[in-house]
């Protein structure tokens, strides 16, 4: 009779809920969880290292991206097109740091902040009429923040 004990690696393998998860995930939560992967992995594998590129690559986390692509092909310099996209992200960071420098500013004054309600249209009233705030102001902070 075969011996079919399964050290307990082998069982992790096989019930790996990964693959299943990721589906759902969003990237935010996915890469952590690539991550732990690699982490657990003596060398890691080119199928992990090829999920966070795919995973990242549209993202803004240009160095990291080029990082990997040179893991994945084996060279030493990535391409000039990620020079380019990194200097385009730090453009429009610089572009959003100068739309938003108003209301960066004032969200960081105690004395507006403890001013600031759990209603968002008496805050923004408040920030028009105080410190001339307008909503599209507002908006940057938030698409920058989001995108």
Known sequence: MPDTTKTPEEVAKENDLLPKLIQHLDRHLIFPLLQ???DQEEEPAPET??????????????DY??????????VNEPPKEFATKRQEVLDKLETY?????????????EDVVTSLRSDKVANLEFLKKEHDVRYSTCKVVDFANGE
């Open 65 to 74: 991206v080029a990082t990997l692509y040179c893991e994945l092909e084996g």
């Open 36 to 38: 732990f992967v690699a």
């Open 97 to 109: 740091a100068q739309e938003s420098e108003k209301i960066t500013d004032l969200l960081g004054r």
């Open 49 to 62: 290292t090829k999920a966070k590129y795919e995973l990242l690559k549209k993202t803004n986390m240009t």
